[in-house]
């Protein structure tokens, strides 16, 4: 879990290359609604206005999820801003990670602001549908992240490689 440009696809995807891990990115749920919306192309569709689609989109992916053979890893991924909701949605996580009897780790990533804004506009970014406008990025780190769990890990991606932050990860299941 993390701010957007913090990096958690991209240490998502090292840590599913180091332990084969399937990743679940948040973007796998929110384009399946933003990009036929046409979101972050002009259109006056806001992020409230996708919620309940999404929400259905995420029902299918957990189930499928759930569904998965027992031998097979998630990653998630996701941006929670603080709220009931929000942290319904990690003991959601954590209810499906028991019933599939797997280990939940909950990653709370962190990263200053300027570390933030300078990675917002990165090309890649703008290939997954993925929020490139610092403007809107600097209102959204306004808005406070949910709190991790007593049994989160925090991870400030400041100044570590993403490598390092798996590192990190893996160490902590030690």
Known sequence: MGPP?????????ELASRCGAIVVDNHLVNNAVFVPLGLNRGEEVSLADTDALRARVLDVVLEAT?????????????????????AAYVERLRDLAHRRGARFVPVWLTADAGALLSRV??????????LTDAAVLQDLLEVPLLAAPEDGLTIDTTKIAPAQAVTQILESLR
Request: proline share 10%; hydrophobic share 40%; glycine share 8%.
């Open 121 to 130: 506009d990165a090309p890649e970014r703008a290939q997954r549908s993925k």
């Open 66 to 86: 759930e569904a998965a053979p027992a031998r097979f890893s998630h990653v998630f991924t996701i941006w929670l801003p603080e709220g009931p909701g929000n």
């Open 5 to 13: 440009a913090v990096g958690k696809l991209t240490i998502a995807r």
